[in-house]
Every structure is written in structure tokens, then in C-alpha cells.
């Protein structure tokens, strides 16, 4: 199946920080990946959507300027946390939209990259 | 706005036995698709299975199958056979059949599974 990877696992910065966090497609090109934040025992939320080569679309109440995404190319997706603080403290994991063998929208399907745990002292 | 509705927080299964976790969605589209997607303690999300609305055979995948009722709007899993490797959190997910640009899943909260052994 399709691979999604995902840097770092873990990363703990001090408050103000940046951090930086990769989503890589392994075997397959992704025009479109996602980012989601999930908190403890809770379920996914999408952040954004980022499609290659254009600006991300944010999901209603995420901070652009925040949580910039950068979709430079067709197997990589960069989330930056900018001036980190405790609140942003999360599990943040992202996915890549795999084409479908049978070809057509809807046969493509999401694989997701094992997550990121953010901790910000 | 479509939803997603997983009514059982919690649910515990003998090994070896069978396990039904049930999905319920509000949508207003008539062609849609449904994915159930596995979140063990690792916390990788990993495709379970998938169902396009308009095909009205329920999908399988070796032990897991569904059951797809759609004028009910339901959804749910049924897990033969249960393994101590199937306990996890299990996700219900909706999407739109609608072409570039609608790729995103809007989520059940979950149900967590726990395997007795």
C-alpha cells in the first residue's frame, strides 16, 4: 500500500519557537495532502488542505499566519508552527491523497503519516 | 454541512468473537463515500475499508465487512473473528463524490475496541 511519512516523531521547543514538520509521500506523487491536529482521545480535525504548487486552504478558525504550509513539491508537504506556544502542544498528523488504480475522483483514497507529537515548554 | 455520528465511545469484543461498531451519518448528497480507518495505540491511521454509496454491495476486506444502509444512513463495521492486533480506535469517516478540490474526510469521534483475551 501507499507510504506516508512523516518528520519528526516527536519535538519538544521552547515557547516562541519555530517548528517544522514533513509529510512525504514515499511511492506515490500526492497533489493534495492534508494536515490534521488530534487531541488527546479525540478525533482528527482538519487544519488545512494543500494542494502542489498553490496556497493551502484553511479550515474556518485555523490561523493562517500560524500554521504556514508549504506544498513545494509532488511528495512533500511542510507544516511550520510559528511562535510556538503550549496551547499548540498536539498530535498533528498529515495524509496524501493517492490516486485510485480504477482512475476517476472518489477512487483516490487518503493514507496517513504517522503522526507528530509537539510539545512546547 | 455533512456529519458523522459514532455512538459507542467504547466497546469490548472476547477474542475470537465477533464485533459490530456502529456509524451513522447526515449527508443531503446521494452518492458519497464511507471509510472506516484503524488508529491502534501507535496511532498510525490505517485503512480499514472503504464503500462508495452507489454500490449497494456491502464491501469486505478478508475478517472485516460492512453493512450499508443507505436510507438509513448507517454505516457499520463488523469485525469476525476478532484479534488482539484489532484493538484500537476505530474511525467512521464520510466523502463527498464530488470531483478536484472535495478530497476531505469529515470524521466520527471514534470508538475505542478492546480485545479480551
Known amino acids: 500500500g501507499a507510504v506516508v511519512s512523516q518528520h519528526p516523531s516527536r519535538v519538544i521547543c521552547k515557547s516562541g519557537t519555530s517548528v517544522k514538520i514533513e509529510c512525504r509521500s514515499l511511492?506515490?506523487?500526492?497533489?493534495?495532502m492534508f494536515w490534521y491536529r488530534q487531541f488527546p482521545k479525540q478525533s482528527l480535525m482538519l487544519m488545512a488542505t494543500?494542494?502542489?504548487?498553490?496556497?493551502?486552504?484553511?479550515e474556518q478558525g485555523v490561523e493562517k499566519d500560524k500554521f504556514l504550509i508549504n506544498h513545494a513539491s509532488l511528495t512533500l508537504s511542510t507544516l511550520t508552527v510559528t511562535s510556538a506556544h503550549p496551547e499548540d502542544s498536539s498530535f498533528y498528523i498529515c495524509s496524501a491523497l493517492a490516486p485510485g488504480t480504477s482512475g476517476g475522483a472518489g477512487t483516490d483514497t487518503q493514507y496517513f503519516g504517522p503522526g507528530t507529537r509537539l510539545t512546547v515548554l | 454541512a455533512q456529519t458523522v455520528t459514532q455512538s459507542q465511545p467504547e466497546m469490548s469484543v472476547q477474542e475470537a468473537e465477533t464485533v459490530t461498531l456502529s456509524c451513522t451519518y447526515d449527508?443531503?448528497?446521494?452518492?458519497?463515500?464511507l471509510f472506516w480507518y484503524k488508529q491502534p495505540p501507535s496511532r498510525q491511521m490505517i485503512l480499514v475499508i472503504r464503500q462508495e454509496a452507489y454500490k449497494q454491495q456491502n464491501a469486505t476486506e478478508n475478517r472485516f465487512s460492512v453493512n450499508f444502509q443507505k436510507a438509513a444512513k448507517s454505516f457499520s463495521l463488523k469485525i469476525s473473528d476478532s484479534q488482539l492486533g484489532d484493538a484500537a480506535m476505530y474511525f467512521c469517516a464520510y466523502r463527498t463524490s464530488w470531483n478536484f478540490g472535495n478530497e476531505k474526510l469529515t470524521f466520527g469521534t471514534g470508538t475505542r475496541l478492546t480485545i479480551i483475551p
Open positions: 511511492d506515490f506523487q500526492a497533489t493534495t
Open positions: 449527508t443531503s448528497e446521494s452518492d458519497y463515500y
Open positions: 494543500s494542494n502542489e504548487g498553490s496556497k493551502a486552504t484553511y
